[in-house]
């Protein structure tokens, strides 16, 4: 029984293919090293150090456990130690080893394991475990618990009111935020119940979500998949392949406010949009693709096309209208309305049972990765409270807003910029 | 009460079961013994690993106990222990008496290997696997030579250890006598039909029970007959003890509730008393070790977090507050009593416990006044949250204590 350890039941998987091994390049932003693990079980390894924190260019992987916590002392050193000890953690869970050094089944008999142990047996899985800081960690209430208000970049604050929002407080915010995705979804709530077991006197978990499947493509390898209206959506997502794209509209630069210590970083917006599926379930096919601006089949705009067509919002169509009308999803968002504004979404498809009515309590966690919320994601927000046909279907029930630090680099914890 | 069965309450009652059926004079040796080392990690190294000739590997089946070696030098020595036959075994080193414990592995399931690794001073011992549990096991002489790296229980600690285990049986006999004496009033008072006293009494009484409730629950006769929850009762079984009492005194919240008579009231308050009586006639002839005491703090903690922060232990009178401060005092006592030696192995560990142990009851000071505390019904979801918060944040450290005290 002895000697188990998770990279141990993968049959020499520790062997570490060279850099060059991915598909067009997309380790791009990540360390050097890429480390990019092809093990039989089809899992792969994403190296958790690195330029920028990995989990944002990373190819979306199929499932997600995204958990915000509240930091429940005032002691700054108690927090670093905290961040310290996630990073090592994180490191060793995203090379599919154990959360810590001893192991789930290796350790004494009188001491609770350091691992919690679902994960044993299983592949790496591609996780990724990404880091974030809410507006609250750096004042709350007023009071700069940890000296570091001055830091504050003015673009990470607390989200403002939108039409439609119908937020649960306790489900909104948060001081700190890990997202884990990984390809399987054991891998990821691994990642956060045994940091989140590191984490009690330090920090409390305030709210968490599944996400099952992966709504959004970041790298052109990927097929843009479906949400839960059937719809293809975000195609027109900024791409790990966008080197230029990246800089300008996901990556914070040294000379942003919050350069000093953000830059290589991104803002994280967490948005938990619950869909009301049965309703949308009776539109009438025509009605569903005029809400959207696309066709349910391929994904094509319906000024026609492919998916990856840019949509024509001047084609005419019947009665004097756009062929696309105004109001769709499509063209209340597109770059296009937007001063060319565009993100990197990463969202997931989560139901979380159903509600008391017997209706899917289900919907889009909405998650988008910006240089610049302000412009980025407020105005766009807005624009679709005001204007987007599809907020008929649609509540958003869970806010967020975090500053995600730079990767950590060898020796280093996530966000030591900050403390320093 | 506990609902489900092997908690380490459960365990420690069935362990201490064990031990009573056993040769006292080993029940008395096992408070000094046991030190399985917190630091032994990777998977069990093979005898070839071994490079200080410490390691010894014992095989042990149904008429056999092969050991590697029967000569190491003093120290840190780890025995692994492999059972190949079909009955699960033991495996003892002893000292040349051949009656104390030095160390012991119990549960060596077929085909599993167990380790045990311990300091083990220069002197001859004897070295026992005991296949099926039974007789006095196959012995073999073995011996620790002198050596540098020897390490002795100190003469210190075993004076830290002396202390905390008579300080702890003092504790638990003395929260007994008080619980006994509380008791007695309390049922006076409900017989009598003087409610309104006896629900002032109820939660301040029953605070002597839950210090000890780790304790109080190793009896495994006497827990569900006085603190069985309504909710945990099988069906047909009767149902009698506290909460019982507990309804009839706040029926509030139940529905078409029909009041005890005076004649069934004598008869639940009556067998509390006696049950509550013979409790404390065993209590006084129990013995601790150091890591039953350890893990006993830690039992008490797991109650809080199951049962009291929840709001399930009092359903009806909602008197939860007034547990869950006795529950973490009995886990501070088990605690302080231990610190002394805990101070000279991990010395930050009993720091950062001392410190969560005060934030826990700073945290719950904000609710009491005087010996009194508010209903759990007037706590809101944040403050509930807030104490679950503290609850985890000393639990963890907590839940290393055992294996530091050990080491």
């Known amino acids: 029984m002895a000697g188990i350890s998770r990279r141990g039941l993968l049959g020499g998987g520790a062997a570490v293919a060279a850099a060059g091994v991915a598909a067009g390049g997309y380790a791009l932003g990540q360390a050097a090293a890429g480390e990019q693990d092809v093990a039989e079980d089809g899992g792969l390894v994403y190296a958790f150090r690195g330029e920028h924190q990995a989990g944002i260019t990373t190819p979306a992987q199929d499932r997600l456990h995204f958990a915000a916590f509240d930091v429940i002392t005032d002691d700054r050193q108690a927090l670093v130690d905290l961040l310290v000890q996630w990073t090592a953690a994180a490191e060793r869970m995203t090379k599919g080893l154990d959360a810590g050094p001893v192991g789930a089944v290796d350790g004494p008999y009188n001491v609770p394991p350091d691992d919690t142990g679902e994960a044993l047996g299983l592949p790496p899985g591609g996780l990724t475990i990404t880091f974030g800081f809410g507006p609250s960690l750096f004042s709350k209430n007023g009071v700069d618990r940890f000296g570091i208000a001055d830091r504050q970049p003015a673009a990470l604050a607390d989200l403002p009111h939108f039409p439609a929002d119908v937020l649960d407080a306790e489900k909104s915010r948060g001081d700190l935020c890990i997202q884990a995705c990984a390809q399987d979804p054991q891998v990821a709530v691994h990642a956060i119940r045994n940091l989140a077991r590191i984490g009690f006197g330090t920090v409390s978990v305030r709210w968490s979500q599944l996400g099952f499947g992966r709504t959004s493509s970041t790298s052109t390898s990927q097929d843009t998949p479906r949400n839960l209206f059937g719809f293809k959506d975000g195609t027109a997502n900024v791409k790990a392949e966008e080197t230029a794209a990246l800089e300008d509209y996901v990556w914070v630069q040294e000379t942003d406010d919050g350069g000093d210590w953000l830059a290589g970083g991104s803002y994280l917006v967490a948005r938990r949009i ?29 000024s026609g096309g492919t998916e990856f067509s840019e949509p024509d919002f001047d084609m005419p169509g019947s009665n004097d209208q756009p062929i696309i009308p105004v109001d769709s999803h499509v063209a209340v968002v597109h770059p296009d309305h937007h001063g060319g504004m565009r993100m990197l979404r990463r969202g997931y498809n989560f139901v979380d049972g159903s509600n008391d009515l017997g209706g899917l309590d289900a919907g889009l ?56 | ?3 489900h069965a092997m908690t380490p309450a459960r365990k420690m009652a069935r362990k201490m079961a064990r031990k009573s059926a056993r040769n006292l004079a080993l029940v008395s040796a096992l408070a000094l013994t046991v030190p399985v080392l917190a630091a032994c990690t990777e998977a069990v190294p093979s005898a070839e690993s071994d490079d200080d000739g410490r390691t010894v590997t014992v095989t042990s089946d149904a008429d056999s106990c092969e050991v590697s070696t029967d000569d190491v030098p003093a120290g840190t020595v780890t025995f692994n222990v492999t059972n190949t036959g079909d009955e699960v075994t033991e495996f003892y080193l002893l000292a040349s008496d051949g009656l104390t414990i030095k160390g012991e592995i119990e549960n060596i399931g077929p085909q599993a290997t167990r380790q045990l690794v311990l300091n083990a001073a220069a002197g001859d011992y004897l070295t026992a696997c005991k296949p099926g549990m039974v007789g006095e096991g196959i012995r073999s002489d073995f011996t620790v030579e002198e050596s540098d790296e020897e390490v002795e229980v100190s003469a210190d600690e075993q004076q830290l250890i002396d202390d905390a285990v008579s300080n702890y049986a003092a504790y638990v006999k003395d929260q007994s006598d008080q619980l006994l004496v509380a008791t007695k009033k309390f049922v006076t008072l409900y017989e009598a039909g003087e409610d309104d006293e006896a629900r002032a009494l109820y939660p301040l009484a029953r605070t002597h029970w839950e210090r000890i409730e780790t304790v109080a629950e190793s009896f495994g006769d006497l827990d569900p007959e006085m603190d069985l929850r309504e909710a945990d009762l099988t069906a047909g079984e009767e149902w009698t003890g506290w909460h019982r009492i507990e309804k009839d005194l706040w029926p509030e919240r139940a529905k078409n509730y029909t009041a005890l008579t005076t004649k069934e009231r004598t008869y639940y308050a009556e067998d509390l008393l006696a049950n509550t009586e013979t409790l404390d006639k065993r209590v006084q002839k129990l013995t601790y070790t150091v890591d039953q005491i350890a893990n006993g703090s830690r039992g008490l903690l797991e109650e809080v977090a199951t049962g009291k922060v929840t709001g399930e232990e009092e359903y009806w009178s909602r008197t939860d507050l007034y547990d869950f401060q006795a529950n973490v005092d009995g886990a501070r006592v088990g605690f302080e009593g231990v610190a002394p030696i805990l101070e000279t192995k991990d010395p930050e560990l009993a720091a950062s416990l001392r410190t969560r142990f005060q934030q826990m009851d700073d945290l719950l000071a904000q609710y009491r006044t005087g010996d009194d505390f508010v209903s759990y019904d007037d706590l809101t979801q944040a403050q509930v949250k807030e104490l679950s918060d503290a609850v985890n944040a000393l639990s963890e450290p907590l839940s290393q204590l055992t294996a530091a005290v050990l080491s």
């Open chain 1, 365 to 420: 966690f909405f998650i988008a990765f910006v240089r610049d919320p302000d412009t980025q994601f407020l105005p766009i927000q807005q624009a679709m409270a005001k204007n987007d046909a599809l907020m008929e279907y649609l509540r958003f029930t869970s806010s967020a807003l975090f500053a995600v630090p730079p990767g950590a680099g060898e020796g280093e914890y996530v966000g030591q910029a900050l403390f320093t």
């Open chain 1, 274 to 302: 619950n869909m009301t599926i049965e309703v949308w379930d009776r539109q009438p096919l025509d009605d569903q693709e005029s809400f959207i601006g696309r066709t349910k089949g391929t994904g094509a705009p319906l």
């Open chain 2, 1 to 3: 009460m506990r609902r």
